[in-house]
């Protein structure tokens, strides 16, 4: 079956620090691609996506490959800053009839000033 | 363009009540999904609706429904609530670009269930 796994948190972070938060997942066919951001007291947001191996899905300094290889869609930023700190959600969409998205558990991060 | 709306915003219901969410998508977009929000469960998929059809449904039992309207808005269901249906429910809208989906997602604020 679809499944999305990212690593757990909280994940805490000095203001400037490089991020990565790691996502894998398993499916069939050709599922897109995404990242979610909580903040907090707000909803989800989209933060970027990929539709196809090898995109680059980018926004916000934030970035993602689409690894269909190694089934992996990690989220990188290279100088996190306080206001960063959300709770980020990688999720996959595939077309079964209609479409079905599948969320990861979510990923806390804290950035410290 | 005004986002997604979702009403109400938080609700207290009595188990064995059944209770009625409401969504409007943004406009011009036409498919809808619900997705139940727990910390336990994280985020679960409950439907997707697309003009008035429910095309998907995730793993819930049949106490939670859903319908959409000729306008798009939609409402979902959950009758003889249970104390474990305590939850954000969320809706989002989707449009699709050009000849394709894109599957992008825009949500709404939520609606805050609580049973007791």
């Known amino acids: 079956g679809n499944s999305v796994t990212q690593m757990e948190g909280p994940v805490t972070l000095s203001e400037e620090a490089f991020l990565t938060i790691n996502c894998t997942y398993t499916a069939t066919g050709y599922p897109s691609l995404f990242w979610y951001v909580q903040y907090p007291g707000e909803g989800l947001q989209l933060l970027l996506k990929?539709?196809?191996?090898?995109d680059k899905g980018s926004n916000k300094g934030f970035e993602a490959t689409y690894r269909k290889e190694t089934t992996s869609f990690h989220l990188e930023k290279g100088s996190v800053q306080v206001s960063d700190s959300a709770v980020y959600f990688c999720a996959l969409t595939f077309v079964t009839g209609g479409f079905k998205t599948i969320f990861g558990a979510g990923t806390r991060l804290f950035v410290k000033a | 363009k005004a986002g997604v709306t979702q009403t109400p915003r938080y609700l207290i219901k009595t188990r064995g009540q059944q209770v009625t969410l409401s969504c409007s998508p943004i406009s011009g977009h036409r498919s809808v999904s619900w997705y139940q929000q727990t910390p336990g469960q994280g985020l679960q998929f409950l439907f997707e609706y697309f003009s008035e059809t429910q095309r998907n449904k995730g793993n819930f039992p049949g106490r939670f429904s859903g319908r959409q309207f000729s306008n798009s808005r939609s409402e979902m269901n959950v009758s003889t609530l249970e104390l474990g249906d305590s939850a954000l429910y969320l809706c989002a809208s989707s449009l699709p670009s050009g000849g394709a989906w894109s599957y992008e997602q825009y949500f709404g604020p939520g609606t805050r269930l609580t049973v007791t």
């Open positions: 990929a539709t196809k191996a090898d």
